[in-house]
């Protein structure tokens, strides 16, 4: 706030979500605008999972990369977020985490499902996590249509957090889409967690597949 030069009635919150960050940051940005407490949000995320990753772990090494963006959100007359879907599954819980630090006793620590194989903070099971978002996601997509009373037809772009190439491609396969339709960009930043879907948004814009009046769902 002070380095941006805002003033001090300008209010300021901190949540911490992962991969579902920008969706989630959306749509909390989206109800205190409908609500009437905020006309403009500048939403960012920022993520740095490098200092999780041992530099000898050629597993995530190869996934993940440090990655932040801005979002500036207004208030316009026609809104154009909406029809948002949650959900929520703790069984999983132990596909990906930081097992250890922070304010968790060593003795609470909740553990990998296997053994882990390389000696970073962060461990993370990708085969049940691919399997969970392939079984999961095209029902949650149906879902949001619903809400929205759209049909698949009617979105331009599938905008989908960039995990993996192999992740995404099956969604791909599962949803009947190709990359007109669902595009794959991490190539130069990998997998930036929260900051995925801005930093996909800004490519698409730059090369001009994103344009104003698209309908899209994240």
């Known amino acids: 706030q002070e380095r941006l030069g805002l003033k001090t009635s300008v209010g ?3 949540f911490n979500l992962g991969c579902s ?3 989630y940051g959306l749509s909390l940005a989206d109800g205190l605008i409908r609500s009437g407490a ?3 949000i500048l939403f ?3 993520e740095t999972y490098s200092k999780y990753i041992h530099s000898t772990d050629r597993s995530l090494r190869t996934i993940f990369g440090d990655g932040s963006a801005a979002t500036l959100i207004e208030t316009v007359e026609s809104p154009t977020l909406g029809a948002f879907q949650f959900g929520t599954d703790g069984s999983g819980a132990d596909t990906l985490l930081v097992n250890k630090g922070g304010a968790r006793p060593a003795e609470d620590s909740l553990q990998p499902r296997h053994r882990q194989r390389w000696p970073s903070a962060l461990y993370m099971d990708g085969p049940s996590l691919i399997s969970f978002t392939v079984a999961h996601i095209p029902a949650l997509v149906a879902d949001i249509l619903t809400l929205a009373d759209k049909k698949q037809d009617d979105i331009d772009l599938f905008l989908l957090h960039q995990a993996t190439r192999k992740m995404l491609e099956q969604l791909q ?5 190709d990359e007109t339709r669902l595009p794959i960009i991490l190539e130069n930043c990998g997998n930036t967690v929260s900051s995925t879907l801005p930093i996909l948004i800004n490519e698409l814009r730059n090369n001009g597949r994103l344009r104003p009046g698209m309908e899209n769902l994240l």
Not at 173 to 177: D, F, H, K, R, W
Request: avoid cysteine.
């Open 173 to 177: 396969a599962g949803l009947g889409l």
């Open 12 to 14: 300021a919150l901190d």
């Open 44 to 46: 960012i995320t920022a």
């Open 21 to 23: 960050g920008y969706v």
């Open 38 to 40: 905020a006309k403009r």
